[in-house]
Nanobody, 122 residues
Framework: QVQLVESGGGLVQAGGSLRLSCAAS????????MGWFRQTPGKEREFLAA????????YYADSVRGRFTISRDNAKNTVYLQMNTLKPEDTAVYYC???????????????WGQGTQVTVSS
C-alpha cells in the first residue's frame, strides 16, 4: 500500500510559479509510474502530467505542456511538479497518483494523495 502526501500548494499571482512535491511511502516507489492531476468543483479530475518509473518517460496534457514539468527523485521517494506561467484557470486542487509501471501513463492510477490547493489570482 502506497501513501502519498502532496505539499507546496498556495496562493500565487498570475504569471508566477509554484513547485508541488509528493512524498511517497509504503511501497516500492522506484517501480511506480507517477502522475499529477487536478480537480475543480463540479468537474472531473483532469490529467496533467506523468513520469514513468524509470524517469526518462514523461507525458503531458496539452493544457500544461510547455508550462509544467514533472520530475522524480527515486532516492527521496518524491515526485515534483514545477508549474510556471500560472494562470487563474490553473486554480484547482492538485493530486499526485501512483500505479505500477504499466501503460498508459495518463490513466489507471491506483493510489492517490489527499490533494493540495493551488490558487492563482489575476
Amino acid at each position: 500500500q502506497v501513501q502519498l502526501v502532496e505539499s507546496g500548494g498556495g496562493l500565487v499571482q498570475a504569471g508566477g510559479s509554484l513547485r508541488l512535491s509528493c512524498a511517497a511511502s509504503g511501497g516500492a516507489f522506484s517501480t511506480y509510474n507517477m502522475g499529477w492531476f487536478r480537480q475543480t468543483p463540479g468537474k472531473e479530475r483532469e490529467f496533467l502530467a506523468a513520469v514513468s518509473w524509470y524517469g526518462d518517460g514523461t507525458y503531458y496534457a496539452d493544457s500544461v505542456r510547455g508550462r509544467f514539468t514533472i520530475s522524480r527523485d527515486n532516492a527521496k521517494n518524491t515526485v515534483y511538479l514545477q508549474m510556471n506561467t500560472l494562470k487563474p484557470e490553473d486554480t484547482a486542487v492538485y493530486y499526485c497518483a501512483a500505479k505500477p509501471g504499466t501503460l498508459p501513463l495518463e490513466r489507471g492510477y491506483d493510489y492517490w494523495g489527499q490533494g493540495t490547493q493551488v490558487t492563482v489570482s489575476s
